[in-house]
């Protein structure tokens, strides 16, 4: 049995198809177009028309393919980019007329929970109580658990595109001061999460997504020509050393260094001090980098669970502009217009600034470690 997934993110569309016998996913192609929605979509987020456009051509192209692999209906979803949209509700319509794609809209508690299982089938029962860092272009997401699932999944506006363009947009190294507003802002969003990893105390603390392997490779972690067994590790002090290097740059120079790509070079520098920030808050010195993350959590709850299980999350989740809300699907509360950080820096009051808790901090847990 073949199953496709096509996966929207900020940066890229992108098609894995699997041979999915024997229950797991081992991919038989890929595709990729680079569209790089998160910077032609408005200030406000807005797709607009052009954009709109290259996002519903991709989608046909990557059904085609698709089918020509023998996946002919392959699952599709978007992430933030799409999610906090303020018209995603005329993308998602576009979508669906135009290429027959059911689009699903995911919350970013349920991308959390996804890529746990990942995580989980990947590094085994060994490495027990299990925490995960994933960071996206429009938002970082932290889990925990020691089964299958998680017991507590959190998604914060802390993406690395998102920061950029809010605090590093332009094309120069950042100021002093630009890079300790953008330090304020990750501590604000991720005191809460990370005072919950230091509570549990994980035995294996993971990282994945495209930016913590650059940032791994950049801090001398193996190149991706060794294959996904090799053994990649992220440590907390030299990941600090690098974000000196990234800053004494330019967004266009950083693409020299090891690891960073030209697509991802502006965004680095801001997934590097998120990536720092929760390390340290959480007490974490070293970080394991994983190959699987959120679009192998999907295919495997498929197999796992059925093609009843993605019904559901479609019929729960926008397909087409008339299922829930953002509101409804994140669950979280908003922090109110004025709102400050603790810092005195404003917090903008927009439905991408807010945090979801699966499960509530059991108390103050002690302070971190230097």
Request: proline share 6%.
């Amino acid at each position: 049995m073949r199953v496709g997934l096509v996966d929207a993110g900020s940066n890229t569309v992108r098609l894995v198809v699997t041979d999915a016998t024997g229950g797991v996913p081992l991919p038989v192609h890929t595709a990729k177009w680079k569209l790089r929605l998160s910077e032609q979509v408005g200030p406000d987020g807005h797709f607009g028309e052009e954009a709109t456009e290259q996002l519903v051509e991709a989608l046909r192209k990557a059904v085609e393919v698709a089918r020509g692999w023998g996946a002919p209906e392959p699952l599709a979803f978007a992430t933030a980019v799409v999610r906090n949209a303020p018209d995603r509700v005329a993308v998602l319509r576009a979508v669906a007329r135009h290429t027959g794609v059911r689009l699903c809209v995911l919350p970013g508690e349920v991308e959390a929970e996804l890529t746990f299982l990942g995580v989980r089938r990947w590094m085994g029962w060994r490495a027990g109580p299990l925490a995960v860092f994933d960071i996206g272009g429009g938002s970082f997401e932290v889990a925990f658990g020691r089964g299958r699932m998680p017991e507590f999944a959190v998604a914060l506006p802390l993406g690395a595109g998102r920061l950029t363009d809010e605090f590093l947009g332009h094309d120069g190294p950042p100021t002093a001061d630009e890079l300790r507003a953008l330090r304020r802002r990750a501590r604000h969003q991720l005191r809460d999460a990370t005072s919950r990893i230091r509570w549990e105390h994980p035995h294996t603390v993971v990282a994945t997504s495209r930016t913590f392997q650059q940032l791994a490779r950049l801090c001398g972690a193996a190149p991706g020509r060794n294959g996904p067994f090799a053994e990649r590790i992220l440590r907390r002090g030299d990941l600090r050393r690098a974000i000196d290097r990234l800053a004494a740059l330019p967004a266009t120079g950083r693409a020299g260094l090891p690891g960073i790509s030209a697509p991802r070079a502006r965004q680095s520098l801001a997934g590097a001090v998120v990536g720092h920030t929760a390390m340290k808050l959480s007490g974490v010195k070293t970080l394991s980098i994983c190959p699987w993350a959120l679009r192998e959590g999907i295919l495997l709850r498929y197999l796992e669970d059925g093609a009843d299980w993605w019904a559901d999350i479609e019929a729960t989740h926008d397909t087409n502009g008339g299922g829930a809300g953002l509101d409804e699907g994140w669950g979280g509360a908003y922090l109110d217009r004025g709102e400050t950080d603790g810092d005195g820096n404003g917090v903008r009051d927009s439905p991408a600034a807010k945090t979801v808790s699966l499960l509530p901090l059991r108390s103050t847990p002690p302070a971190p470690t230097a």
